[in-house]
C-alpha cells in the first residue's frame, strides 16, 4: 500500500539522480518500467488528515500522506528515512523493523 504521491516521488528520485549525474535516461526507463510492474495499491486518505499531521509532526507533505496512510490503514510503515521514522513514533504508528 502506498500514498497517493508515490508514482510522483519515485518519478522525481529518479529524475534527481540524473540531474546529479548518478544514473542515465536509460536506466530511468527501466527503473520506472520496473516499478510498474511492482503491485502496489495506491491508498485513498484524508489530505486536510496528512496536512494536520505535517504540521503538527513538523514534516514535509509528502511525509505526512505516507505516514496518514500507515496511520487510517492500521498498517506498520517501512521507511529510511529517521525523521519519519520519530514522526511515526509519536504518531502511535508502528514501524517494520529492517537493516540494509
Known amino acids: 500500500m502506498g500514498a497517493p504521491s508515490l508514482p510522483w516521488e519515485v518519478g522525481n528520485a529518479l529524475v534527481a539522480g540524473v540531474r546529479r549525474g548518478q544514473v542515465s535516461a536509460r536506466a530511468v526507463q527501466q527503473a520506472w518500467d520496473s516499478y ?46 529517521r525523521a519519519l521514522a520519530r514522526a511515526a513514533g509519536r504518531a502511535a504508528v508502528p514501524l517494520v523493523e529492517w537493516e540494509p
Open 36 to 81: 510498474g510492474k511492482i503491485p502496489i495499491h495506491l491508498a485513498e486518505i484524508e489530505i486536510s488528515r496528512a496536512l494536520a499531521l505535517a504540521m503538527e509532526l513538523h514534516l514535509y507533505a509528502y511525509d505526512a500522506y505516507v505516514l496518514e496512510v500507515a496511520r487510517a490503514g492500521r498498517l506498520p510503515l517501512l521507511t529510511l528515512d
